[in-house]
């Protein structure tokens, strides 16, 4: 079974464009959820999506946002970048509450 | 703020000691989950102790949970090089489901 797969791995933009991550998640699992994480800074949550359905929200600006299709697969975008958004975004599935939770091996964001 | 918070923030032993990381928490949980994360890899999924369960094994490692005081611990034994990397916690909220993450324990294990 393939594990949760995340693209593109590196990327660098610039202060003010915006950029869309992608995930897959393990087959059968229709939780997606998506974390920041920065240096020192721990796992920060961004958001939850169950069958198309944002469940719930980590306290981020609007400019987080993200989506779910049919399939699970997820999308997450961060419009106008700022420095600070430069981070490891790391994508995880689960089949549903109560169960282990997967993570892929993260986008690295870098904002120049 | 964080719903887990692991302690120590860094611990440093020596290969074929113990290590022992503690987690806690604020509110009810379904469940606790430990990880490994080595350095700008995803997060490794370790063990998984449900609200009901006080104790669970996997190999070298020991996960106790003790709801009381709300709180966890991941024990190590007989460690290796190649534990060294961060460990967290997330504790799944029982109202809304979410998981949440600490801000880890970084363990180095020297050879």
């Known amino acids: 079974k393939a594990g949760v797969t995340q693209t593109p791995r590196y990327l660098i933009k610039t202060r003010g464009q915006q950029v869309t991550l992608s995930c897959s998640p393990i087959s059968g699992h229709r939780s997606v959820s998506w974390y920041q994480q920065t240096p020192g800074q721990g796992l920060q949550f961004l958001f939850e999506y169950f069958s198309e359905t944002q469940r719930n929200k980590g306290n981020f600006p609007g400019r987080f946002s993200g989506r779910q299709f049919s399939n699970s697969r997820s999308e997450m975008n961060v419009s106008t970048l700022e420095l600070g958004d430069s981070a490891l975004y790391l994508c995880?599935?689960?089949?549903?509450?109560?169960?282990?939770?997967?993570f892929g091996e993260g986008s690295w964001l870098t904002v120049v | 703020s964080q719903q887990g918070e692991e302690d120590p923030q860094a611990l440093s032993i020596q290969e074929g000691e113990n290590a022992t990381m503690n987690c806690s928490y604020k509110t009810s949980i379904n469940n606790l989950q430990w990880y490994r994360q080595n350095s700008g890899r995803g997060l490794v999924h370790l063990i998984l102790i449900r609200s009901n369960e006080r104790e669970k094994h996997s190999g070298r490692l020991r996960v106790t949970l003790d709801t009381s005081k709300k709180s966890s611990s991941l024990l190590i034994t007989a460690s290796r090089a190649a534990d060294t990397a961060s460990y967290f916690c997330?504790?799944?909220?029982?109202?809304?489901?979410?998981?949440?993450f600490g801000d880890g324990t970084t363990l180095t294990v020297k050879p």
């Open positions: 997330a504790t799944e909220n029982t109202n809304a489901g979410k998981s949440t």
């Open positions: 995880a599935s689960r089949a549903g509450t109560g169960n282990t939770i997967y």
